[in-house]
């Protein structure tokens, strides 16, 4: 199974801490998205890529949050000086663009971040 | 703003009924419109898809309706069974810019289904 891939699957931290997840995208896409969800919401988009450029970043993204696709390939996303309400699932999706067939995006499991 | 909006947050039927959940939008720009599950500790799945130059798409015991008259879309399963319990999320994709492709879910509705 070549899907998206993410790890780790679960993180547990204390407040302050810095975190990294990582995100391995569908091979052939070159889009690649961070989301966030929490309990009873659906996910909200976080910032996304096309190959190595960062096109997008959400007006809602603290500056302790950054993400990361050195080469157009994997992605990381970092959380410095964590806080209690990053606890959230973080998903990554990939998909191809331009696509003439419409695919929609792939998502991860995700990682569920827990903050202390 | 919330520009994608699921009202219900849950919804019961029972087994071999329909189950019709529904997602209201704002935004004109949006070209597609998804439906996702999602089970609890995984990634949502794609389920179904519809463009907005269409009114209906089948797949199987899935259809999806769009009204975009009314920013209204719906999603109806027919027969429900126990295993489509989960939660579903509408989305919808921006149709250019630098936001072209990205997708805005609502909040979801979860569906029990009751055997």
């Known amino acids: 199974d070549t899907g998206v891939s993410q790890n780790p699957r679960h993180k547990i931290t204390k407040r302050g801490q810095n975190v990294t997840f990582r995100c391995d995208p569908i091979?052939?896409?070159?889009?690649l998205y961070w989301y966030r969800q929490t309990l009873g919401q659906g996910p909200e988009f976080l910032t996304y890529?096309?190959?190595?450029?960062?096109?997008?970043k959400s007006r809602l993204l603290s500056d302790r949050f950054s993400a990361e696709r050195p080469k157009g390939s994997f992605s990381t996303l970092e959380i410095q000086r964590t806080e209690q309400g990053d606890s959230a699932m973080y998903l990554c999706?990939?998909?191809?663009?331009?696509?003439?067939?419409?695919?929609?995006?792939?998502f991860g499991n995700g990682t569920r971040l827990t903050v202390t | 703003d919330q520009q994608v909006k699921q009202n219900s947050p849950s919804l019961s039927v029972q087994e071999g009924r329909i189950s019709i959940l529904n997602c209201d939008y704002t935004?004109?720009?949006?070209?597609?419109f998804l439906w996702y599950k999602k089970y609890p500790a995984e990634g949502p799945t794609f389920l179904i898809s519809?463009?907005?130059?269409?009114d209906k798409n089948e797949d199987g015991r899935f259809t999806v309706f769009l009204n975009k008259s009314a920013k209204h879309l719906s999603l109806h399963i027919v027969p429900s069974q126990p295993g489509d319990s989960a939660v579903y999320f509408c989305?919808?994709?921006?149709?250019?810019?630098?936001?072209?492709?990205?997708?805005?879910f609502g909040q979801g509705t979860i569906l029990t289904v009751h055997p």
């Open positions: 999706a990939s998909s191809r663009v331009p696509d003439p067939y419409n695919s929609p995006l792939h």
């Open positions: 091979s052939e896409h070159n889009r």
């Open positions: 890529f096309q190959n190595e450029a960062q096109l997008e």
């Open positions: 935004n004109s720009m949006f070209d597609y």
């Open positions: 519809i463009s907005s130059i269409k």
């Open positions: 989305a919808a994709r921006h149709a250019g810019g630098t936001s072209y492709g990205k997708l805005t």
